[in-house]
């Protein structure tokens, strides 16, 4: 066997480590499956022991988990093998200062088939444990996902837009699932359902796909890197770029409508409020689609509306004798016509920079940030290094994502927590050029650091591509620990009793919950009870793409990357009730 003072052979810590687990768990041995993890090893579970996706730390979760799912029978777990592609295969990597063996495997229970992924070192005794395994299920089996058509139809007799048409005109009238919302998240979850036999509708309020993106302000460019962001089935070319500019997602997330065949209703909204039919599990809903109503039954409604609502509208008073303009920065549609001027940005996160960036390119008079409280900071290059170490440019985003999706979220915070003075000293300078600027930095709430901050809460971060030299050279200046309590004629007054003068105040103040949003299209009354619905719940696991509580509605929340690997597993739970085997309403 190999050990700690030899050279790994990953091969044979993964044959070793997976014969052992093999046995305990086809067994449903509780006590030897536990044997195999390290005293703080985790279990991630998606759908394969319940209909729910758990992480579980320690032995005693473990076994409280499992024993407690009714599932621990001989056979449950049947056909574990080695997995090993072009791409995947057992691996020793880097993980502080152990190094750690990678065990892809595949298993089946009697209704499906899964993927597992274990994380192994080895402990004080030179024996491999695991630090993390987690078995998600890929397909029920009879109802696999269907992988591409042949494109020849009816013996070569229809014609592609034909057979299109009769398929465009059953999802409008007989759609079984209704997406709310075609940006990225939605059309992915489309995409799924679409390969999985589902006819989905997506309904989008803007006139076009992709507008959500296109009316941005113009600099806008993705904060994360090529693969990351990449949609699911659809590659990005070679040439693309490494930070998507916002235009061309918003072009490409229209084609990607176009050639994975999903139908949408554009300039759409719910009109009304949708009523839920338990007897028959469907809702009834209203469309206007551009003036022209339609009432449809979909068994199920996913909201896909984005993990933040409309943006959060600072009232302060004093307003309507204010001579210049306020606007928040979603309206935000670039700095020509504020040049010569004074402009003053409240917040301190992506956009705000972004915003004072461009403030400076366009030759405003002065540009001032107002950072009320603390803000997480990356610098651009050392966030491309993180994320390339995951999704590298020469590998499929699929191995990105097996390799992430596997992670339990709550052990990822826990590294990320005992790297925090490691943070700090990566970009020492970065942090002194801020700091002489008058910015206040940490690394997130419990020095986890901008990852944790972007999946737990989507801001409070930014992304440094340049902004520090403006702050640091003077071209943007900080107001730090104070906020705006009141316009005057000329501009702010603050909570610490100054006064500074503006011409533009924009506010960079964020947006409010898909909650919100959906409280304006349910009501209170079906929202109320339910939980988060984005964000990390207390095990570390996405609040979305799982039952919420309520029949037939769901949340589809995150970025690219999240819907990518829980789009699946969502579809899979309708198939699952679909057939039986899994309640409605949990």
């Given at each position: ?340 001027k004074r402009a003053i940005v ?19 008079k002065s540009v001032t940030m107002?950072?009320?409280?603390v803000t997480c900071v990356i ?208």
């Amino acid at each position: 066997m190999a050990t700690l003072q030899n050279e790994i052979i990953p091969q044979d810590v993964a044959h070793i480590w997976l014969t052992t687990f093999t046995d305990a768990i086809t067994k449903g041995d509780v006590a030897a499956i536990v044997d195999n993890f390290l005293p703080f090893g985790w279990f991630k579970d998606v759908l394969t022991y319940t209909w729910n996706f758990r992480s579980l730390e320690g032995p005693e979760k473990i076994t409280a988990y499992l024993s407690a799912s009714g599932k621990l029978t001989p056979g449950y777990i049947s056909a574990v093998k080695p997995y090993e592609d072009r791409w995947v295969r057992p691996s020793a990597v880097p993980a502080g200062k152990q190094t750690s063996v990678e065990v892809p495997f595949t298993f089946e229970t009697p209704i499906a088939f899964g993927r597992g992924y274990a994380r192994l070192l080895a402990d004080a005794s030179g024996q491999w444990k695991a630090l993390a395994v987690c078995m998600s299920l890929t397909d029920l089996k009879g109802h696999e996902e269907q992988k591409f058509e042949s494109g020849i139809y009816g013996g070569h007799t229809l014609a592609w837009a034909d057979v299109y048409a009769e398929r465009k005109l059953k999802v409008e009238t007989e759609p079984q699932i209704l997406i709310v919302g075609a940006s990225q998240v939605g059309l992915i979850t489309a995409a799924v359902c679409k390969q999985n036999g589902y006819r989905a509708l997506l309904v989008e309020k803007t006139p076009r796909v992709g507008d959500i993106w296109r009316n941005r302000y113009p600099t806008l460019a993705l904060h994360t890197t090529r693969r990351q962001h990449e949609m699911l089935y659809q590659p990005y070319p070679t040439t693309w770029p490494q930070f998507t500019p916002k235009d061309k997602f918003a072009d490409w997330s229209e084609s990607y409508a176009q050639h994975q065949d999903l139908v949408v209703w554009t300039s759409s909204q719910i009109e009304g409020k949708p009523v839920y039919n338990k007897d028959d599990r469907h809702w009834d809903v209203i469309i206007n689609r551009n003036g022209t109503r339609s009432v449809l039954h979909p068994t199920h409604i996913v909201m896909a509306t984005g993990a933040l609502g409309g943006p959060v509208i600072v009232d302060l008073p004093g307003q309507s004798e204010f001579k210049g303009t306020a606007l928040h920065a979603s309206d935000y549609q670039g700095g020509p016509p504020y040049a010569g001027k004074r402009a003053i940005v409240i917040g301190a996160g992506n956009s705000s920079i972004d915003i004072c960036q461009d403030l400076c390119f366009h030759k405003a008079k002065s540009v001032t940030m107002v950072q009320r409280s603390v803000t997480c900071v990356i610098g651009g290059e050392t966030a491309e290094k993180n994320l390339m170490r995951m999704f590298k440019d020469d590998e499929p985003c699929a191995v990105g994502d097996l390799k992430f999706s596997t992670m339990p979220i709550g052990l990822l915070k826990k590294i990320q927590r005992s790297r925090t003075q490691e943070m700090w000293d990566e970009e020492p300078e970065l942090f002194e050029k801020l700091r002489k600027g008058g910015v206040k930095l940490y690394m997130g709430p419990n020095g986890e650091g901008q990852l944790i901050m972007a999946l737990e809460r989507g801001g409070g971060f930014w992304v440094d591509k340049g902004g520090a030299d403006l702050i640091a050279n003077g071209d943007v200046k900080v107001k730090q620990g104070t906020e705006p309590i009141a316009f005057t004629e000329t501009g702010l007054k603050f909570a610490d009793g100054s006064e500074l003068e503006a011409d533009v105040v924009i506010f960079a103040t964020g947006f409010t919950t898909i909650r919100e949003t959906a409280k304006q299209i349910f009501g209170e009354e079906t929202i109320k009870d339910m939980g988060p619905l984005h964000g990390l719940d207390h095990e570390g696991e996405f609040n979305a793409f799982r039952p919420t509580g309520h029949p037939g509605l769901w949340f589809a929340t995150g970025g690219t990357m999240t819907a990518r690997s829980l789009s699946k597993p969502l579809v899979m739970q309708f198939k699952a009730m679909e057939l039986g085997l899994m309640p409605y309403a949990v």
